[in-house]
């Protein structure tokens, strides 16, 4: 009787032994923060507001330890040159200490394809719209008097001469062009001039030509942000819930509105544009 209860405890001793480290590990583990996957969304066009408050998560995840990649989630038709300028030159940034992974939803079209260049990876739906490599600009008016108005140039109240921002929103394209070229390189399944066509493509054809890498969920854009950062048992984080952007929305928004209240696929305010327009239905 007392060899068995000797035997017991030493069988018990010896589970504490093994049970205890295993126990303390995981509790350990528990207080260790999870590795973070931040996720920045883009559901609009690019102007003023939006690009303040990508801004605001991008800094945010490259600051942030926390962060070990960023899924960028796109569904946006591009928007202003400048806009989309400052936000691919942060993503630079970001992507100098974080990978960064694409994910397209409905479009990344124009300025929103610009910045889908500037990460690591990109997926996208088969009928997801994608491309439309170019610029769309106002010409100013041509030079004429208003009564009453002086000047003190002949392009004060115009800006520029007409030929001058056709040379500028030549730039902008060869720009744009350079920065698919250094984003995709020998992925790209497609000569010069086929991509400065503007033309925009369906997820399908986009894979064929090299425009992405794969199809895809957020789900796998994750797991593709994950893995390129080398960690695992990661959280994914919406980044808009944790950065406010503290901007108030614009009265006017980005979109053209007719007499009827109707928004029309058209820029507001005259200018130069990476954005895509699509054929209206409305009748104006």
Request: net charge negative; aromatic share 10%.
């Amino acid at each position: 009787m007392e060899e068995s209860a000797l035997k017991w405890d030493r069988i018990r001793q010896i589970s504490l032994w093994i049970i205890l480290p295993l126990v303390i590990g995981i509790i350990i583990s528990l207080a260790i923060p999870r590795p973070v996957i931040g996720v920045i969304r883009l559901n609009d066009a690019i102007y003023s507001f939006t690009a303040r408050d990508l801004i605001n998560q991008i800094n945010y995840a490259k600051d942030n330890p926390k962060v070990s990649a960023v899924v960028l989630v796109l569904d946006s038709p591009g928007g202003t040159v400048v806009d989309t300028e400052a936000i691919y030159m942060e993503l630079t940034r970001l992507r100098e200490k974080k990978p960064v992974v694409t994910v397209v939803n409905g479009m990344a079209a124009s300025g929103a394809y610009y910045l889908s260049v500037n990460t690591d990876y990109i997926y996208a739906k088969p009928t997801s719209l994608v491309g439309n490599v170019g610029v769309i600009g106002y010409l100013p008016s041509v030079p004429f008097i208003y009564e009453g108005i002086i000047s003190t140039g002949p392009y004060k109240l115009f800006g520029s001469p007409r030929d001058l921002e056709m040379r500028q929103i030549e730039a902008v394209k060869q720009g744009f062009f350079q920065a698919v070229m250094l984003g995709r390189g020998d992925r790209l399944n497609m000569d010069a001039e086929t991509l400065l066509r503007g033309q925009i493509w369906s997820g399908s054809d986009s894979l064929e030509l090299g425009i992405i890498d794969a199809f895809g969920t957020e789900t796998d854009a994750a797991k593709k942000a994950a893995s390129l950062a080398h960690v695992s048992h990661y959280d994914v984080v919406e980044l808009n819930t944790i950065v406010q952007s503290g901007f108030q929305m614009p009265a006017l928004g980005f979109f053209l509105q007719n007499e009827d209240g109707v928004t029309l696929p058209y820029p507001s305010e005259a200018g130069m544009y990476l954005l895509y327009v699509p054929p209206s239905p409305v009748k104006e």
